[in-house]
């Protein structure tokens, strides 16, 4: 049973450009979450999804940053125009229930570095 | 605003000996508890959970205490072993929420 899933692992943009991130749940796993990860910093939540529903978006920036989970494919965090302070570690974690005393899986993580 | 804390950023511990992470909260709402592992380049892997209705829980080598009143809990180690280097992170969650809460992580290293 393959494990959640993201690519790219490293992820090189340009101020201004577009980044895309995607996170392929577990197999079964119907709940996706979206953390960052800053330098010296613990994980901070952005957002959580259930297929074709964005749950809670509370800890993503009103502003250049949109979450999708489609019905069929990977869950895509998207960061549009981005900045040097973008850069961090996003994770994807999957769980196959909500959040009610479930413990979440993380994937390996995508390293955006913006220049 | 920082709802979960990991006030040590290191520990180093012998080999064999116990390693005790603590980890402290400000929510009273919180009403469960994960720790994680992390190694460079990967994502965290669970180790290790505690409800609110149990002040202790044990798996191997890996004991979790909560204690309520203090909104403290620590994950104890023992004993220690080289594998177990890593950055540990604490998480809070409450059953009316949708996130978890991290900490900033302990980063432990195991002496041989």
């Known amino acids: 049973n393959a494990g959640v899933m993201q690519n790219p692992r490293h992820l090189v943009r340009r101020r201004g450009q577009e980044a895309r991130l995607r996170c392929s749940p577990m197999?079964?796993?119907?709940?996706v979450y979206w953390y960052r990860q800053l330098p010296e910093e613990g994980l901070k939540f952005m957002v959580y999804l259930q297929k074709e529903n964005i749950i809670d978006e509370s800890g993503m920036p009103k502003e250049r940053f949109s979450a999708e989970f489609p019905k069929e494919g990977p869950s895509i965090l998207r960061i549009q125009q981005v900045v040097r302070g973008d850069s961090a570690a996003y994770f994807c974690a999957s769980s196959p229930q909500g959040q009610d005393f479930g413990e979440q899986y993380f994937g390996p993580g995508t390293r955006l570095t913006v220049t | 605003d920082q709802q979960v804390k990991q006030n040590s950023p290191s520990l180093s511990v012998q080999e064999g000996r116990i390693s005790i992470l603590n980890c402290d909260y400000t929510?009273?709402?919180?009403?469960?508890f994960l720790w994680y592992k992390k190694y460079p380049a990967e994502g965290p892997t669970f180790l290790i959970s505690?409800?609110?209705?149990?002040d202790k829980n044990e798996d191997g080598r890996f004991t979790v205490f909560l204690n309520k009143s203090a909104k403290h809990l620590s994950l104890h180690i023992v004993p220690s072993q080289p594998g177990d280097s890593a950055v540990y992170f604490c998480?809070?969650?409450?059953?009316?929420?949708?996130?978890?809460?991290f900490g900033t992580g302990t980063s432990l290293t195991v002496i041989p």
């Open positions: 998480a809070a969650s409450s059953i009316t929420g949708n996130q978890f809460y």
């Open positions: 929510n009273s709402m919180f009403d469960y």
């Open positions: 197999k079964g796993h119907s709940h």
């Open positions: 505690i409800s609110s209705i149990k």
